[in-house]
């Protein structure tokens, strides 16, 4: 990844330091992203995904720019799947959606999640 990508994210969240090069080197994808990790920026990055295709790049780094507030932010993890063994082995034994099982797996704790990988797979 290029340091661009992150030049410009520093640039909204932090050091309020205007990039000149917006039109050429902006990345409305990457950027969107990284800034829906941030509670205080999600709608924000919502309206630029409902506006992508409307809205140039220059224009949705100019609207980011200007209308969030600069201030120190931890670091955002990013959101990871699940293993999806794991997934289909809880859909299988508890006969449930996808959805149900990423559920099931939220309170499911080791030794039973063990109990179900063997049950499959002695």
């Known amino acids: ?45 919502n309206a630029m995904n409902l506006y992508h295709n409307a809205l140039l790049p220059k224009m949705q780094y100019d609207y980011y720019f200007h209308s969030i507030d600069k201030m120190k932010r931890k670091f955002a993890k990013w959101g990871k799947h699940a293993d999806t063994a794991d997934i289909e082995l809880v859909q299988r034994y508890f006969n449930c959606s996808y959805r149900k099982a990423l559920e099931a797996m939220q309170i499911l704790n080791i030794t039973q999640l063990e109990h179900i990988r063997r049950q499959y797979n002695p």
């Open 1 to 45: 990844m290029s340091d661009d990508a992150f030049r410009f994210s520093n640039s909204i969240l932090s050091t309020k330091v205007y990039q000149d090069d917006a039109e050429a080197n902006y990345n409305p994808f990457f950027n969107n992203r990284i800034l829906s990790q941030h509670a205080d920026c999600i709608l924000h990055a």
